[in-house]
């Protein structure tokens, strides 16, 4: 009878250490290349980063000089662009073009300045705020007249920052208007019935659930919030009126959120000519456009994108928001 070998002292197949080192020396080789390319991608990003920071810095430079470098004992017309969503972190939010604005007042060499807007609204708090400083600097400087030019368009937070300029100019088909307040929400009540989901939630104070879109409509809230809504919106007629006085007519649908061409506004009273940057430049007898828009830098600009992204989806995760858009 055949005596049984145990399992340790049982021969190994010929060759297996062989192509165990073999396999391990190709795992090897295998990562190598792997950390090869990863270093050659991560080179290459650091270059194309650093040509792209390179580019914005050179191309932002442009005809931008701000008052510290806008061309000494030459009269020229300063102009300050108030263009996309008037907000908080963004490049027309109050902060960037009051900055622009008194620059532009306190060179000595302007001679007017231009607020070129493109605009279709914003925050009503960023708006009024912008329409307070140009008031108080075409005050302070009351040699310096300063018009708004509209391009595009010019609604609503757009329109309550132009309401603040001396004159007003437009093409004839740019948009104008929309003096009104907006609330922006949703219900979903009916489709949580539907779909078998209950809503659960706990509040310290009877109204800290204000207009929760998983609640039915409560009537008193919804007074409560059209109440705001309205008294928003009178400062903004309030802002209009200041600034256009009897120049508007006696139309009740000014005020209605309505919006029309720059033909219509001019009729309307809204605005008082077509006219561009270069004409009104013209007019003003100094050629010379100079842009005192603030600038800030490409890194900057990225994080405070970031941000303001980041905090418009808190907003709209946590609630509804209000603007004059």
Do not use: C
Not at 8 to 28: C, K, M, Y
Not at 118 to 131: H, K
């Amino acid at each position: 009878m055949a005596e049984s070998v145990p399992d340790n002292h049982r021969r190994r197949p010929a060759g297996g250490s062989d192509a165990l080192i073999e396999r391990l020396l190709f795992a090897a080789v295998t990562e190598q290349r792997r950390a090869r390319r990863w270093r050659v991608f991560f080179m290459l990003f650091f270059i194309i980063y650093l040509t792209v920071v390179t580019l914005v810095l050179i191309a932002g430079r442009g005809d931008r000089y701000g008052a510290a470098g806008a061309p000494d004992g030459e009269l020229h017309t300063a102009l300050v662009r108030v263009s996309g969503l008037i907000a908080s972190g963004e490049d027309a939010g109050a902060e960037n073009v009051i900055k622009g604005i008194k620059q532009a007042f306190e060179h000595d060499d302007t001679a007017g300045v231009i607020l070129e807007i493109n605009s279709p609204g914003g925050s009503p708090v960023q708006a009024a705020q912008i329409f307070e400083e140009v008031r108080r600097l075409r005050e302070a400087h009351a040699d310096k007249p300063l018009y708004a030019v509209v391009t595009d368009v010019a609604a609503s937070g757009g329109y309550y920052v132009a309401a603040a300029a001396d004159r007003i100019y437009v093409a004839k088909s740019s948009l104008v208007g929309s003096i009104g307040v907006r609330l922006d929400a949703f219900g979903f009540v009916g489709l949580m019935d539907k779909l078998g989901i209950e809503r659960r939630l706990l509040t310290a104070g009877e109204n800290k659930a204000l207009f929760d879109p998983f609640l039915p409509e409560q009537e008193a809230q919804k007074a409560h919030l059209q109440s705001m809504l309205d008294q928003v919106h009178d400062h903004f007629i309030d802002a209009v009126r200041e600034g256009r006085g009897d120049r508007l007519v006696d139309d009740g649908q000014i005020f209605s959120g309505l919006i029309w061409s720059g033909e219509t506004a001019l009729g309307l009273g809204l605005v008082d000519a077509y006219g561009s940057r270069h004409s009104v430049a013209r007019e003003l007898e100094a050629e010379n456009i100079v842009d005192f828009t603030p600038q800030t830098d490409f890194l900057s600009r990225i994080a405070d994108r970031i941000g303001a992204s980041i905090g418009r989806g808190l907003g709209q995760t946590l609630g509804s928001g209000w603007s004059l858009n």
